[in-house]
Nanobody
Framework: QVQLVESGGGLVQAGGSLRLSCVAS????????MGWYRQAPGKQRDLTAT???????NYADSVKGRFTISRDNAKNTVYLQMNSLKPDDTAVYYC???????????????WGPGTQVTVSS
C-alpha cells in the first residue's frame, strides 16, 4: 500500500557531498515524522536525522553541522544533504516515515530498501 524509495547514494571522496532523496507513495492520508537512519557493516541501525511535518529537526551528534534534513510535504519527500563527508559516514542509509493511511488507518512505520553511501579516504 505504501512504498518508500531512496535515491542519491554513491561513492564520494572524503570532504565531498551527496544528497539523498526519499519519496513516499501509495494510499497516504498524512505523513508524520520522516527520517534517515544508517547502518554500517557489523553495526546496528542508528538514527541520523528526523524531521516533523512542521519542520522540527533532530540530528545525531555525529552529523550535526554537516548534514541537513529537509522535506517537501506536498511531494511526501524527504531529503538529506550530506556535506564534509567522512569515511565513518559509510553505511547503508534507510528512509523511514510514520504514515496515516487513507481510510483512517495507522499511523504505521515504513522503511525504504536503503541506499549505499561509501566515502573513500
Amino acid at each position: 500500500q505504501v512504498q518508500l524509495v531512496e535515491s542519491g547514494g554513491g561513492l564520494v571522496q572524503a570532504g565531498g557531498s551527496l544528497r539523498l532523496s526519499c519519496v513516499a507513495s501509495g494510499s497516504i492520508f498524512k505523513v508524520n515524522v520522516m527520517g534517515w537512519y544508517r547502518q554500517a557493516p557489523g553495526k546496528q541501525r542508528d538514527l541520523t536525522a528526523t524531521i516533523t511535518s512542521g519542520g522540527n529537526t533532530n540530528y545525531a551528534d555525529s552529523v550535526k553541522g554537516r548534514f541537513t534534513i529537509s522535506r517537501d510535504n506536498a511531494k511526501n519527500t524527504v531529503y538529506l544533504q550530506m556535506n564534509s563527508l567522512k569515511p565513518d559516514d559509510t553505511a547503508v542509509y534507510y528512509c523511514n516515515a510514520n504514515i496515516y493511511l487513507g481510510g483512517g488507518y495507522g499511523p504505521y512505520d515504513y522503511w525504504g530498501p536503503g541506499t549505499q553511501v561509501t566515502v573513500s579516504s
